[in-house]
């Protein structure tokens, strides 16, 4: 899943989007791609059941006599291969995941991330962490205190929209490094670029 969003294509263009949005800008930007962002057994366990249920309730009304074994041996079998089927199939996983509960679970990778890779920690506090996470098709875009000034105005949150909405469409990685490259022309007019700006954050896409 993850190398079919990450092509090389896609990687660099997302590295030229950080960069980009870096060089007219004192904001410092890291962009972080998941596979997901939590186990999701409860949808493998809820499909698997719901399949050997359904093996049972068929050998109970079947019109050909079944041995008492089969009864016990057919669901557990087939439960255990749609469970391992589904957890194969990240759409039926996300399909049998409540949205509140994917975007819950985002949320807190996202924030784990955020300090984990020092995002917090710059001299000017103006670092953003761009988070995608593939499985929930869901995009976080957290920002440190020094940029708080921006972050209530229209125009960002709307471009932070704009970036979710095009991971929510399964956009693929070149697509979403230009809505990660807008955002740069949000954060230019009040958070230009010193002379002597300090690159403190790697550019490249953390996977």
Not at 67 to 92: E, M, Q, T, Y
């Amino acid at each position: 899943m993850i190398h079919r969003f990450l092509t090389d294509a896609a990687r660099k263009a997302l590295t030229d989007a950080v960069e980009d949005v870096e060089a007219q800008s004192s904001a410092e930007v890291v962009v972080a791609v998941r596979p997901s962002s939590g186990s999701y057994l409860h949808a493998d366990l809820l499909a698997g059941i719901a399949a050997a249920v359904a093996c049972l309730v068929g050998l109970l009304f079947s019109p050909w006599p079944f041995g008492l074994v089969w009864f016990v041996v057919d669901p557990v079998l087939l439960g255990a291969l749609v469970g391992f089927l589904v957890s194969r199939l990240p759409a039926v996983r996300r399909g049998l995941t409540r949205p509140g509960v994917r975007r819950r679970r985002v949320l807190e990778a996202a924030r784990a991330t955020f300090v984990e890779k020092r995002v917090h920690a710059t001299s000017g506090r103006t670092g953003l962490l761009v988070y995608i996470s593939l499985l929930e098709r869901e995009a976080v875009v957290l920002h440190d205190v020094g940029i708080d000034i921006l972050a209530t105005s229209d125009g960002w949150q709307r471009a932070c929209e704009d970036l979710a909405e095009s991971v929510r469409r399964g956009d693929d990685g070149v697509a979403v490094a230009a809505r990660v490259r807008a955002l740069g022309d949000r954060l230019a007019p009040a958070f230009a670029r010193s002379a002597d700006d300090v690159d403190e954050l790697a550019n490249e896409v953390d996977r």
